[in-house]
């Protein structure tokens, strides 16, 4: 299947600092990607769907203002913590979708990035 | 009440057991059903995908949906310590490219 990588896969970070997290697609062209968020034994909640070259769309109670993602290219979608605050420690997973997915279109998804915000 | 609701919580089986994870929804317009399997400190796989209502085998798994009880089933054949991970059910409306809505995950031991 296609790969898509994240990095970093784990970062620390004190309060009130902003974090970058990068979600690459190796080796196809992903026309979408997806961000999710993941706390301890619980599921992947989605946070945004983001298009190449469009404003990523929010699901309802996720801060745009905090979680700020750009998909500038077929291959790189960022998502940035600003002002992380402890409760922003979590498990965040991008998956990526495109011209390399099956005929249904799969999601593969990223190793995941741990934030521990101090 | 959850969009989806996924039993059993953890589960522990000897090696060799069969094992069925289960998985209901109340949103009528899902039509697409995964499983996917998740390591720990890893993202998830696709496992088995599933279109509508039926069954469908791979190997040691078989995926069961039925839409008219809003119920879906994974069955694991003759279980391997290699299969203990965390497995997510998965549904969407319109697509595997579109917005997934995941189960609460069920934690699978396999023990020697």
């Known amino acids: 299947g296609a790969v898509v990588s994240q990095h970093p896969s784990w970062v620390i970070c004190k309060s009130g600092t902003s974090v970058k997290i990068e979600c690459r697609s190796l080796?196809?062209?992903?026309?979408?990607m997806f961000w999710y968020r993941q706390f301890p034994k619980q599921s992947l909640m989605l946070m945004a769907t983001?298009?190449?070259?469009?404003?990523?769309?929010?699901e309802q109670g996720v801060e745009k203002d905090k979680f700020l993602i750009n998909h500038a290219s077929l291959t790189l979608s960022t998502l940035t913590v600003t002002s992380a605050h402890p409760e922003d420690s979590s498990f965040y997973i991008c998956?990526?979708?495109?011209?390399?997915?099956?005929?249904?279109?799969?999601?593969?998804f990223g190793p995941g990035t741990r934030l521990t915000v101090l | 009440q959850k969009e989806v609701e996924q039993d059993p919580g953890p589960l522990s089986v000897p090696e060799g057991a069969i094992v069925s994870l289960n998985c209901t929804y109340s949103n009528s317009a899902f039509q697409y059903f995964m499983w996917y399997r998740q390591y720990s400190r890893k993202g998830p796989e696709l496992l088995m995908y599933t279109y509508s209502s039926g069954n469908k085998e791979d190997g040691r798994f078989t995926a069961q949906v039925d839409k008219s009880s809003k119920y879906i089933s994974l069955f694991i054949r003759d279980s391997q310590p290699s299969d203990s991970a965390t497995y997510l059910c998965a549904m969407t409306a319109t697509g595997t490219a579109s917005k997934l809505t995941f189960g609460t995950g069920t934690r699978l031991q396999v023990t020697l």
């Open positions: 998956s990526a979708t495109g011209l390399a997915g099956g005929s249904y279109n799969e999601q593969f």
């Open positions: 983001s298009n190449e070259g469009s404003k990523a769309t929010y």
């Open positions: 080796d196809f062209q992903a026309t979408t």
